[in-house]
């Protein structure tokens, strides 16, 4: 039996410590007044300079969410590299009557390329019907992609693919653009009412998980005359690490006019891989 010792030991713990610290810091804060948190975090491996995944939780409280969000917008911090990584590809390009209906029926990623795939993750909603005020649960898979560049902003498409007890598929639309510092960019995506459904149900979503540059996201390539799938490479981090490491906001926009705010801090990663021993 191989045992460890303890010089080796180091720079694993020193690993685990990193992770339980990101972990801890991420929790998204929120006044006791507002409705949402955001969680943010990076892969474990995560080196400054290098590609990651990107993780972003939002989470609203039914109870203290009166109405409905149409708009979430998402800062991101300056140097993080969310349009100039190896995501989106391809464009994914919708008629302009997918957004106007939301509810749509068409084949997985409405027909578009999964090169134009950014992230990948999943939703829970509450449909509260009208008649009666019972509220029931739908779960979905999201789905994020690249859209066509206009104005030079890189427009976006979401689809949501509900998976039970409803199965409906839905479209929204959304952008990228640009920040102030301590922010680089920020996407925003747009969260109309469902035609047609206002006088049976309103649906209040809870939360909502994505992943930008996402391991699970398969690209495919020609090489060599063959067509070969790989993972895109994931969000660039800056060679150094912001000042007390890298903010996230976001602004959650509801039916009625009102907005609520919450931001989420996520420790810097080693400026080096963290050496593993033992393998």
Same mark, same amino acid.
């Given at each position: 039996?191989?045992?460890?010792?303890?010089?080796?030991?180091v720079?694993g +713990?020193?690993?685990?410590l990193w992770?339980?610290t990101a972990?801890?810091?991420?929790?998204g804060?929120?006044?006791?007044?507002?409705p949402i948190?955001?969680?943010?975090?990076?892969?474990?491996?995560?080196?400054?300079?290098s590609?990651t995944?990107v993780?972003?939780?939002?989470q609203?409280?039914?109870?203290? $969410?009166k109405?409905?969000?149409?708009e979430?917008r +998402?800062?991101?911090?300056r140097?993080?590299?969310?349009?100039?990584s190896?995501l989106g590809?391809a464009?994914?390009?919708r008629p302009?009557?997918?957004?106007?209906k939301?509810?749509i029926?068409?084949?997985?990623l409405?027909?578009c390329s999964?090169?134009?795939?950014m992230? +990948?993750?999943?939703a829970?909603?509450l449909?509260k019907?009208?008649?009666?005020?019972?509220?029931?649960?739908e779960?979905a $898979?999201?789905?994020?992609?690249?859209?066509?560049?206009?104005?030079?902003?890189l427009?976006?498409?979401?689809?949501v693919?509900g998976?039970r007890?409803?199965?409906?598929?839905l479209?929204?639309?959304?952008?990228?653009?640009?920040?102030?510092?301590?922010?680089?960019?920020?996407?925003t995506?747009?969260?109309?009412?469902?035609?047609g459904?206002e006088?049976l149900?309103?649906?209040y979503?809870v939360?909502?998980?994505?992943?930008?540059? /996402?391991?699970?996201?398969r690209?495919?390539?020609?090489?060599?005359?063959r067509?070969v799938?790989?993972?895109p490479?994931g969000v660039?981090l800056?060679s150094?690490?912001?000042?007390r490491?890298f903010?996230?906001?976001?602004?959650?926009g509801?039916?009625?006019?009102?907005e /609520?705010?919450?931001? /989420?801090?996520?420790?810097?990663p080693p400026?080096v891989?963290?050496?593993s021993?033992?393998?």
């Amino acid at each position: 039996m191989r045992v460890r010792s303890r010089r080796h030991a180091v720079p694993g +713990l020193l690993a685990a410590l990193w992770a339980a610290t990101a972990l801890i810091a991420t929790i998204g804060s929120a006044s006791a007044a507002e409705p949402i948190r955001i969680a943010t975090r990076f892969d474990r491996d995560a080196v400054l300079g290098s590609p990651t995944a990107v993780a972003v939780t939002l989470q609203i409280d039914p109870r203290r $969410a009166k109405h409905p969000l149409n708009e979430v917008r +998402l800062a991101y911090p300056r140097g993080l590299g969310v349009v100039s990584s190896g995501l989106g590809l391809a464009s994914c390009t919708r008629p302009d009557s997918d957004f106007v209906k939301v509810l749509i029926t068409a084949p997985r990623l409405g027909g578009c390329s999964p090169n134009a795939v950014m992230a +990948l993750g999943t939703a829970r909603a509450l449909v509260k019907l009208t008649t009666g005020g019972q509220e029931i649960p739908e779960f979905a $898979a999201v789905t994020l992609l690249s859209g066509a560049l206009e104005r030079g902003r890189l427009g976006l498409v979401v689809y949501v693919d509900g998976q039970r007890p409803f199965g409906a598929k839905l479209a929204f639309e959304g952008e990228v653009r640009d920040l102030g510092p301590p922010y680089g960019g920020e996407l925003t995506v747009r969260l109309p009412a469902i035609p047609g459904i206002e006088d049976l149900a309103t649906v209040y979503v809870v939360d909502m998980q994505l992943t930008l540059g /996402s391991h699970a996201i398969r690209y495919t390539e020609r090489r060599g005359g063959r067509r070969v799938r790989y993972h895109p490479e994931g969000v660039l981090l800056p060679s150094r690490c912001p000042r007390r490491g890298f903010r996230f906001r976001v602004r959650v926009g509801f039916v009625d006019g009102g907005e /609520s705010t919450a931001t /989420s801090v996520t420790p810097c990663p080693p400026a080096v891989a963290t050496p593993s021993f033992g393998r």
